[in-house]
């Protein structure tokens, strides 16, 4: 069983910066570990993916704002947030990619409002 708890949401002014965390219970150093989000009415996107190797991957509609890191001592992945916009309102969830199933933290809130 691994616990990812998410950290770090919150409401900030368009143009303004969170940075999130999600702690792991378990290792993630052999693990693909992402951030999702879901805005109301609509579907879980990935916002970000980072690979055991390092390698990231970004949507499209995040790149060059957002970044995604590890701290495999830590257990720990951040999402470091810059120049919010409005439809970055969503609940971001943390995933773990396991060989036999993934895991869900339980989400944090981000409001993204002037």
């Known amino acids: 069983q691994v616990q990812l708890v998410e950290s770090g949401g919150g409401t900030v002014q368009p143009g303004g910066s969170l940075r999130l965390s999600c702690a792991a219970s378990r290792s993630i150093s052999s693990y693909t570990m992402g951030w999702y989000r879901q805005a109301p009415g609509k579907q879980r996107e990935l916002v970000a993916r980072?690979?055991?190797?390092?390698?990231?991957n970004y949507a499209d509609s995040v790149k060059g704002r957002f970044t995604i890191s590890r701290d495999n001592a830590k257990n720990v992945v951040d999402l470091q947030m810059n120049s919010l916009k409005p439809e970055d309102t969503a609940v971001y969830y943390c995933?773990?990619?396991?060989?036999?199933?993934?895991?869900w933290g339980q989400g944090t809130q981000v409001t993204v409002s002037s």
């Open positions: 980072i690979r055991s190797s390092g390698s990231t």
């Open positions: 995933k773990q990619d396991l060989v036999t199933r993934a895991y």
